[in-house]
Structures are given as structure tokens and as C-alpha cells.
């Protein structure tokens, strides 16, 4: 039998890929992430937010090693983030080490507020820019 956290991944995995996701893609002013997929080798746009520091943008996962685009970036993290329109380059870091929760208190509270409420395995990802 799936556990709790199981169908809790499930649905809001599902919601966010059928309907939340396609809808926030067309956003101009939404932060993406692109990452290269692992199998296919094809461009994977993800809605994310999070925060631009000095040359960093933090994030945090709110499914961790479960999430399709922490998946791709353990198999190649060079990664592309848009920012205010504009799309930069630069490499993903997955920091477990991190306290997620005290991060999420750093980052948008509208996002860090939902990824506290849906997510199971938080996971810090610093994306360091190229310059």
C-alpha cells in the first residue's frame, strides 16, 4: 500500500504537471528552469522560484531526489534559469547539507509557502551563474 507521502507526491506531482506548470510557462515574469533530460537529451522547462544572491540563484525542491529535474541535473548540471525575461547560464549544486527550512525563510514567502505546505523532501539547489 502507497504511503501518505507516496500520494501526496502523486497528486501534486500530477497538478503541476498537467495543469500549474503549462499555465506558468506562458508567465513572462516567471522564474524557469531548464535542465536537459536525462533519457531524452531534450530541453526540460520547470517553473521554480527562488532568489537571486550576488552570483547565485537559491532555490529549494520541494520532492528533492523524487523531483524529474534534480533527477537531470545529478546527470548534467549545466543548466539555464530565466530571470526577469532573461534566460542565464550556469551549474546546479544539490546541497543536502542545507538546512531547506531555514533557507525557504530567505527565498519568495509566496513560493517558499507552498513548497513548505506540498513538499516531503526538501532540497536546497544553489545554480551558480556564469559571469
Known amino acids: 500500500m502507497a504511503s501518505k507521502r507516496d500520494i501526496q507526491h502523486r497528486l501534486v506531482t500530477t497538478l503541476?504537471?498537467?495543469v500549474v506548470n503549462p499555465l506558468q510557462r506562458r508567465l513572462p515574469a516567471q522564474q524557469l528552469l531548464e535542465t536537459v533530460g536525462?533519457?531524452?537529451g531534450q530541453p526540460r522547462i520547470?517553473?521554480?522560484g527562488g532568489r537571486k544572491v550576488d552570483n547565485a540563484f537559491w532555490?529549494?525542491?520541494?520532492?528533492?531526489?523524487?523531483?524529474?529535474?534534480?533527477?537531470?541535473?545529478?546527470a548534467n548540471n549545466r543548466v539555464r534559469v530565466?530571470?526577469?525575461g532573461t534566460w542565464h547560464t550556469g551549474t546546479a549544486q544539490l546541497l543536502p547539507e542545507d538546512d531547506a527550512r531555514a533557507?525557504?525563510?530567505?527565498?519568495?514567502?509566496?513560493?517558499?509557502a507552498v513548497v513548505q505546505l506540498v513538499g516531503t523532501d526538501l532540497l536546497t539547489?544553489?545554480?551558480d551563474l556564469d559571469a
Open 16 to 18: 503541476q504537471r498537467r
Open 38 to 40: 536525462r533519457v531524452s
Open 46 to 48: 520547470t517553473p521554480i
Open 59 to 74: 532555490l529549494v525542491s520541494e520532492f528533492g531526489d523524487r523531483s524529474q529535474y534534480i533527477r537531470n541535473i545529478k
Open 82 to 84: 530565466r530571470l526577469h
Open 103 to 112: 533557507r525557504l525563510r530567505a527565498l519568495p514567502r509566496g513560493n517558499s
Open 125 to 127: 539547489v544553489r545554480i
